[in-house]
């Protein structure tokens, strides 16, 4: 199979990657950072769906694989310097984060601490078979 050419338009980072922005497609709001390979962007276009390159498992990683809080890609965007992918999605189940948070962001800097944001909206020991 012939890999697509528009993959070539893209600057991968010298381990063959790029980082990825997901953003919820009604509200806009940001859901998560990830990486991509070119065969999970090529995966991602084909599908559907996002397929991320998971760096501590050193494989593709389909989101949603496991808790089933996938996410339906309506738009794949590459920003100015052709270095960052954006990804406008639908996201299944409301959950992105695999803390069982709707987002991956849920921590804000209050006076010099971390403080938490956003509630836990189901269990990740009820998402993960672990």
């Known amino acids: 199979m012939t890999e697509p050419t528009w993959l070539d338009e893209i600057r991968w980072t010298s381990d063959g990657l790029v980082p990825v922005i997901t953003q919820e497609s009604g509200s806009r ?4 950072f990830a990486w991509m390979s070119r065969e999970s ?6 599908e559907g769906y996002a397929v991320y ?3 501590s498992r ?3 990683w389909r ?3 496991e808790s089933g809080n996938r996410q339906k ?3 794949i965007r590459l ?3 052709e270095d960052v992918i954006l990804l ?3 996201q299944a189940g409301g959950i992105a984060c695999h803390t069982g948070r709707h987002h991956c962001f849920f921590r804000v800097l209050r006076n010099g601490s971390w403080e938490t944001s956003e509630p836990v909206l189901k269990s990740p020991e009820t998402m993960y078979k672990r």
Request: some cysteine.
């Open 88 to 90: 406008a999605v639908e």
């Open 53 to 55: 390159w998971s760096r």
């Open 73 to 75: 890609v309506l738009e």
């Open 29 to 32: 709001q940001v859901l998560m």
């Open 41 to 46: 962007l090529r995966l991602t276009a084909e």
């Open 79 to 81: 920003d100015c310097d």
């Open 58 to 60: 050193n494989r593709l």
């Open 63 to 65: 989101k949603g694989e």
